[in-house]
């Protein structure tokens, strides 16, 4: 017997009260969501199966720091449907502040989990932005995923290549444009793309994938200092960002809690 549309609205809602009860808090203003990565892989199958946009940020402390300065960037923020907490000093400080545990998942992490359920979907996904690197990662992750339906890839301005999105009809997306612009042109021009189901801003995953920048060993993720690692790499690139998301981030967080409340 096929099922009305009143069923599917009560299926859709206890979906969404499940995933919503996962969110833990807000720091710096901007909400945090902590799921393990096979509940993540389930939204992902769901929202690519269904029929509103989800846009996902993957929050790591610079994201906080920027958000704590340009308003409108901590809207989005605040707007999205999943902000995923990838970070060490978001872990960090939430625990060590509010009793909070919560999960990490990369944004690399992530990225690729949204090509392997797009794959196992049978979903489409456009890969934009990263500047030489893109057709490498793109051929990367079709070589991992077999299935993976790629519907086009390209670097460029953002407003120049809407058009070139819209006309391939991808369900899902990553954008590589660095934050904010990457989460601001996602929340501009999803609306435009009717097909999207899901949009991701990755920032330098495409790097990453293609070969440009070599990941910390396993065991340097695992404990959370990949962050010193890339700064060995690229020192002069990584100083002054490190210094932001180590520092900067770390004063506004105590800030926030033990600061003059009034």
């Not at 846009?55 to 704590?68: D, G, K, M, Y």
């Not at 999105?165 to 612009?181: H, M, R, T």
Request: hydrophobic share 40%; charged share 30%.
């Amino acid at each position: 017997m096929p099922t009305d549309r009143t069923d599917e609205g009560i299926i859709d809602f206890f979906k969404n009260f499940r995933h919503r009860i996962l969110v833990k808090f807000k720091l710096l203003g901007v909400r945090i969501d902590s799921f393990e990565k096979d509940e993540l892989a389930r939204i992902f199958a769901e929202k690519l199966s269904g029929s509103k946009f989800c846009h996902v940020a993957t929050v790591n402390p610079e994201f906080l720091v920027t958000a704590h300065h340009d308003i409108s960037f901590k809207k989005i923020l605040n707007h999205t449907e999943l902000n995923i907490c990838d970070g060490v000093g978001i872990q960090g400080m939430s625990r060590f502040l509010y009793g909070k545990k919560i999960s990490r998942i990369t944004g690399v992490e992530t990225a690729e989990l949204l090509c392997k359920i797009c794959a196992q979907e049978k979903k489409s996904i456009f890969f934009l932005g990263g500047r030489n690197v893109v057709e490498i990662a793109a051929s990367k992750m079709q070589k991992k995923y077999p299935n993976l339906k790629i519907a086009g890839y390209a670097e460029g301005t953002p407003n120049e290549l809407l058009s070139e999105v819209k006309e391939v009809k991808p369900a899902a997306i990553l954008v590589a444009y660095g934050a904010p612009a990457q989460e601001k042109w996602i929340a501009e021009y999803y609306k435009e793309i009717p097909s999207l189901r899901i949009g991701i801003g990755i920032g330098g995953t495409f790097d990453f994938w293609a070969g440009k920048v070599k990941r910390a060993p396993n065991f340097a993720r695992k404990i959370g200092i990949e962050w010193l690692w890339r700064l060995f790499q690229e020192p002069k690139k990584r100083a002054k960002r490190i210094w932001k998301a180590v520092f900067v981030f770390s004063k506004l967080a105590l800030q926030e809690k033990f600061g003059d409340k009034e």
